[in-house]
């Protein structure tokens, strides 16, 4: 069965360094998701992309954070200037049709140091 | 502002009984629920959906039920089997908006 593939699977940086969490999502999906989960805490949604644009972001994706779908097949998520409290796991999810169950990668551990 | 509660962090259960996960809601604008369950080290996997239309889906030994009225849902699982051990998030999507809101999620345990 094809699955979202996220890599690297552990981020470690410095506060104030850049990362870029990269995901393929599934091919034929045309939804793309970045959801992030604080240790502990709940799933949260970060940002949706569909036809090569955000179509919706949450309060938490800010200026630091940007998405890009720079060929056909990966999706990434840059985050410009690290700060301890990015650290979390951040999934990528991706779906064919809106209102469809989202498939999840298995989430890039980023831990700012 | 918690628009999807699961308010029980954990719950044990004896293998071969019965689990119920609880779950509420406060936006009356959510119109399709979903469960899904989540190992260590993997993301989240889909489970068993509801739309608002139904009060009942049922899927093998996964059932979800939901109460409009009370703003509330539940996922049964029978009889529960030692790798249904996971963390259980209920989440739910209204049709104006392009994202899923999770809960904080339910540690289930089935205990041999």
């Known amino acids: 069965e094809p699955e979202v593939t996220q890599t690297p699977s552990h981020q470690v940086t410095q506060m104030g360094q850049e990362v870029i969490l990269r995901c393929v999502p599934i091919?034929?999906?045309?939804?793309f998701y970045w959801y992030r989960q604080i240790l502990g805490q709940k799933v949260e949604f970060l940002v949706s992309?569909?036809?090569?644009?955000?179509?919706?972001k949450s309060e938490i994706f800010d200026d630091q954070f940007s998405v890009e779908r720079p060929d056909g097949s990966n999706f990434t998520l840059k985050i410009r200037s690290t700060k301890l409290e990015d650290s979390a796991m951040y999934f990528c999810?991706?779906?064919?049709?809106?209102?469809?169950?989202?498939?999840f990668g298995n989430g890039t551990r980023l831990t700012v140091t | 502002d918690q628009q999807v509660k699961q308010n029980s962090p954990s719950l044990s259960v004896q293998e071969g009984r019965i689990s119920i996960l609880n779950c509420d809601y406060t936006?009356?604008?959510?119109?399709?629920f979903l469960w899904y369950k989540k190992y260590p080290a993997e993301g989240p996997t889909f489970l068993i959906s509801?739309?608002?239309?139904?009060d009942k889906n049922e899927d093998g030994r996964f059932t979800v039920f939901l109460n409009k009225s009370a703003k509330h849902l539940s996922l049964h699982i029978v009889p529960s089997q030692p790798g249904d051990s996971a963390v259980y998030f209920c989440?739910?999507?209204?049709?104006?908006?392009?994202?899923?809101?999770f809960g904080k999620g339910t540690r289930l345990h089935i205990l041999p």
């Open positions: 091919s034929n999906h045309l939804y």
């Open positions: 999810a991706s779906v064919g049709t809106r209102n469809s169950p989202l498939h």
């Open positions: 936006n009356s604008m959510f119109d399709y």
């Open positions: 509801i739309s608002s239309i139904k």
């Open positions: 989440a739910a999507l209204s049709n104006r908006d392009d994202k899923i809101i």
């Open positions: 992309f569909y036809n090569n644009e955000i179509s919706e």
